[in-house]
């Protein structure tokens, strides 16, 4: 799966993805080591009072479970702001052939967590000098890429650029190839708009985890990152050797 934590500037957190394992939690790793004693006055001091952990913003970028399993632990945290993938009833049906068993449940259960709790916007975000812009494909326009029913989900994720202290981060979600050189040869709206927004980069979290259904030279000649992170297993035998 895949998790990644921003400390923001202002000293909020961000979350971007809620992967963990049966046995490690991220999430829960990160509040442990950010709840210290905050010693804001001589009372405070006194008695101890821990600083609360919570999420100021959270991402899924797509509605499969290796990107959301540990949701409810990012609930209990916050966030003030969610961002994920506005789903429709096809998306929502490949999402289902897609799941393995048992994990539907729980894609579902997070759905009704964000519609219950979440709008779509993050306008008048506060992020304390960081610039965090996101960009995905709508549902239909990610279907029309083609793919099987694993593509057309991964195609409509969310991707992250996170610009701050002069670095910037691009995180790709599960986009594939396809869905990247389609993105990159348009001429029309979606070039103009997603062009600068992956070029020059400093690290990229490579999209699928660095599998090569997410390899795509056109998105690495454009983004020229200095560091790329994949987010699997050493050995794992679907990485690309590039």
């Known amino acids: 799966g895949q998790c990644a934590a921003l400390r923001l500037p202002n000293g909020r957190w961000c979350i971007f993805d809620a992967g963990c394992t049966s046995s490690f939690s991220p999430i829960t790793l990160i509040a442990a080591a950010v709840t210290i004693p905050r010693y804001t006055s001589p009372l405070a001091a006194a008695l101890a009072i821990p600083q609360t952990f919570g999420i100021y913003k959270a991402t899924v970028s797509h509605l499969h479970c290796d990107h959301l399993d540990d949701y409810v632990t990012m609930f209990r945290y916050g966030p003030e702001l969610l961002r994920t993938v506005a789903p429709d009833t096809g998306y929502l049906t490949d999402c289902m052939n897609t799941c393995a068993d048992g994990s ?28 965090i812009t996101e960009l995905s494909l709508p549902v239909d326009v990610a279907r029309s890429v083609g793919g099987d029913a694993n593509a057309r989900v991964n195609n ?87």
């Open 156 to 242: 409509a994720s969310v991707v992250t650029r996170i610009d701050i202290y002069g670095n910037s981060i691009l995180i790709g979600g599960d986009v594939e190839k396809e869905a990247w050189q389609a993105i990159i040869a348009d001429t029309g709206d979606y070039g103009r708009l997603w062009g600068p927004f992956l070029s020059n980069v400093d690290v990229l979290v490579a999209p699928h985890h660095g599998h090569r259904s997410g390899y795509s030279v056109d998105l690495l000649n454009l983004a020229k990152p200095s560091v790329v992170l994949i987010s699997v297993t050493s050995r794992d035998e679907h990485v690309d050797s590039r």
């Open 104 to 131: 539907w449940a729980k894609v579902n259960g997070f759905l009704q967590h964000y519609g219950q709790t979440f709008g779509t916007t993050t306008t008048g975000a506060d992020y304390g000098g960081a610039v």
